[in-house]
């Protein structure tokens, strides 16, 4: 085994690439969109060194043209759950044992994978299956992975070196096991990103993980499987499986082995989770590692004294880049009377002004939303603020999804503070405003806080900074990621950690050591260097 205390490269943030007219990027990522939209894959299971392939097929569709197919995923039994279980175990010692630098090194590597040959590939299977702008598809799929991949090397390396203090006589040691048992990685469908760190975080850190990606994703997560492939990952330490998710859940969380749980997804799904978990709680071998990410009702509130533009720009894009289907996205925001008449006027002029398509065209800020089950909720709720007499649409109002699950950005304007758009995640381009009485933003404050169960992001605009502390008080409980005149979303990994309390998730901060911690179970070793052989103290001399 080599010997030394090394020292791994210095993580930098990845840079974005402007995908500017006739540049080399725009280029190579509109030859991969079509190439991978002409052609259909199929995606099997990866289990141990197998790739299982069933029979039993579902179509992946693009979400802005539903009819087209892309390729097709095999779903999994629950035998092939059970079998990617037995393949994490199996996988466990022999990766555990593996020299922390030799783990390091293959996540090293698959980061420069993305940042090189699979960029074009992972930002358009983003493109093709989420319906990402390329803006979205570059800073989640490119430099958000890329980001995890580095950064979470680096913080790895920083908890390895956090150690007990020692003296002359004794040598304190932290060792950070890996956790006993396998881990269940869960995704979502909305970052590609996020699919990607879930079992690579769990796993750098010596674990080995059954990944279950959104039924949604399995284009892209077949690219992330392929770069983990050529990163040089061993087989059976990231088994993606595909299949029910109720089955696979109930398969996993039965298992008494279980270790831990990173998810990202619903709320009620993540309840769903614990509650297995807990009934389930005298068969495990110790008490799993629970840690999720989960639903938001994220807030603008804008002083008196705000620049209108500004807030009108963080409402613009903090509530319609990538159709409000980002967990930070901006949903409900509160602004005061004096500041309404102007920031109406450039809001609408600001959604009037998107273009919606296929994310093929460049020219579009928006695109469809994910699923005509989204659709169908989104198109519900937009339909019953048109009848509401409490509620106005100001902008937008329109859906269609003939050929794409498209729906406009939507502004409703509302008299009621809890009117149902206020409070209910809805994960979509929908932006719903309440506008209060100037004298009254401490009032307005509480409401912020008490109007949703959910903690996720916020924002603050104004000029005033005694209004800025107040509210930096005020709602230091309402958001885990709180911002200052800004939007609340783009959240950069080694910049502003991730996550949220309440019913927003275990805030455990992805994109931090902190998470990292939570995939590994320290063991203090002492070593004496004079043993004593007599047990009486000095005091007994008497």
């Known amino acids: 085994m080599l010997k030394g205390f090394f020292n791994v490269p210095k993580a930098v943030n990845e840079p974005v690439k402007s995908y500017a007219p006739n540049s080399p990027e725009k280029k190579a990522v509109l030859e991969a969109y079509k190439k991978m939209w002409n052609e259909k894959i199929e995606v099997p299971s990866y289990i141990g060194s197998e790739q299982i392939r069933t029979g039993n097929t579902v179509n992946m569709t693009a979400p802005h043209d539903h009819k087209h197919v892309v390729g097709t995923y095999h779903l999994a039994e629950k035998k092939h759950i059970e079998q990617a279980i037995t393949a994490a175990l199996d996988a466990k010692e022999n990766w555990a044992n593996l020299a922390w630098e030799q783990r390091a090194a293959i996540f090293l590597k698959a980061a420069e994978l993305v940042a090189g040959p699979y960029r074009a590939r992972i930002n358009a299977a983003t493109m093709i299956a989420q319906s990402k702008t390329i803006y979205q598809a570059e800073i989640d799929a ?222 579009n800020f928006v695109t469809a939303v994910i699923s005509e089950k989204s659709f169908d909720k989104l198109a519900k709720f937009i339909d019953q603020a048109k009848a509401d007499k409490d509620a106005e649409i100001i902008v937008g109002g329109g859906y269609d999804k003939s050929k794409g699950y498209f729906i406009e950005p939507t502004v409703i304007v509302t008299t009621n503070p809890k009117y149902a758009t206020m409070e209910t995640e809805l994960f979509g381009p929908v932006m719903t405003i309440y506008v209060y009485e100037d004298a009254k933003w401490a009032e307005t404050l509480k409401l912020v806080d008490e109007t949703s169960p959910y903690a996720l992001t916020g924002a603050v605009f104004s000029g005033d900074r005694y209004a800025i502390a107040e509210a930096t008080e005020a709602l230091k409980n309402a958001a885990g990621n709180f911002y200052i005149n800004d939007k609340p979303t783009g959240a950069v990994v080694g910049m502003q950690p991730f996550g949220g309390a309440r019913a927003s998730g275990t805030n455990d901060k992805a994109g931090s050591a902190l998470n990292l911690l939570r995939w590994a179970s320290p063991r203090t070793i002492k070593e004496t260097f004079v043993t004593p052989e007599d047990y009486r103290y000095p005091f007994l001399g008497e």
């Open 142 to 363: 490119s430099c958000e992975y890329i980001d995890f991949l580095r950064f979470n090397v680096e913080f790895m390396t920083q908890i390895y070196a956090d150690q007990p203090k020692s003296d002359s006589s004794v040598w304190n040691r932290l060792e950070y096991r890996p956790l006993e048992g396998f881990v269940y990685a869960i995704t979502p469908f909305n970052f590609t990103a996020i699919a990607g760190n879930l079992p690579a975080s769990a796993a750098l850190m010596g674990n080995t993980v059954v990944w279950k990606p959104a039924a949604t994703q399995v284009f892209s997560a077949e690219i992330l499987m392929q770069i983990f492939k050529e990163a040089g990952l061993p087989d059976g330490v990231i088994n993606m499986v595909l299949g029910d998710s109720e089955m696979v859940s109930e398969v996993v969380l039965s298992n008494p082995n279980l270790a831990g749980v990173h998810f990202t997804g619903s709320t009620g799904v993540f309840n769903s989770i614990w509650g297995k978990i807990g009934t389930n709680i005298g068969n495990y071998k110790t008490y799993p590692r629970i840690v999720g990410e989960t639903g938001g009702k994220d807030f603008i509130v804008a002083h008196p004294t705000a620049n209108v533009k500004q807030v009108v720009t963080g409402i613009s894009r903090g509530a319609f880049e990538f159709q409000g289907q980002k967990c930070s996205a901006a949903s409900r925001a509160y602004l005061p009377q004096s500041m309404w008449a102007e920031a109406k006027d450039l809001l609408i002029k600001d959604v009037k002004s998107m273009k919606m398509g296929s994310p093929e065209d460049f020219g």
